[in-house]
C-alpha cells in the first residue's frame, strides 16, 4: 500500500487549503486514516483522523473548528480542508493509515507534502 499527499502550498494567514491523500488499495473497514504534521525542529503531531468504517473523526484540540477531514470511498481517498490557517499551521503535513487512532498503530505513511503559511 502506498500514500501519495499532495495539495499543499503557501498560503497568507486566514486563508485555505485542502490537502488530499490517495490510497494505492482500499482501506478496510478497520482502519483508520490520520494526518499528520511536523514542523521545524519539532516533533510529529497528530492533527487528525477518521475510521475508515465509521466516519468517526477526531482532531487534534488545535485544529478543531478550523480543520475537517474527510474520505471518499470510491476513489480510496482522505481530504484535510484548513481554513483559518495561522503562521502557526506552517509544517509538512503527512497522511498515514493505522489500526486505531493511536498514533505508534499508524504503520503506512505517505511522503510529506509542505503547507506555509505567512503573516
Known amino acids: 500500500v502506498q500514500l501519495q499527499a499532495s495539495g499543499g502550498g503557501s498560503v497568507e494567514a486566514g486563508g485555505s487549503l485542502r490537502l488530499s491523500c490517495a490510497a494505492s488499495?482500499?482501506?478496510?473497514?478497520?482502519?483508520?486514516m490520520g494526518w499528520f504534521r511536523q514542523a521545524p525542529g519539532k516533533e510529529r503531531e497528530f492533527v487528525a483522523a477518521?475510521?475508515?468504517?465509521?466516519?468517526?473523526?477526531y482532531y487534534a484540540d488545535s485544529v478543531k473548528g478550523r480543520f475537517a477531514i474527510s474520505k471518499d470511498n470510491a476513489k480510496s481517498a482522505v481530504f484535510l480542508q484548513m481554513n483559518s490557517l495561522n503562521p502557526e499551521d506552517t509544517a509538512v503535513y503527512y497522511c498515514?493509515?493505522?489500526?486505531?487512532?493511536?498514533?505508534?498503530?499508524?504503520?503506512?505513511w505517505g511522503q510529506g507534502t509542505q503547507v506555509t503559511v505567512s503573516s
Open positions: 498515514a493509515r493505522g489500526t486505531s487512532i493511536s498514533t505508534s498503530d499508524f504503520t503506512i
Open positions: 488499495g482500499r482501506p478496510f473497514s478497520s482502519h483508520v
Open positions: 477518521i475510521r475508515w468504517g465509521t466516519s468517526r473523526t
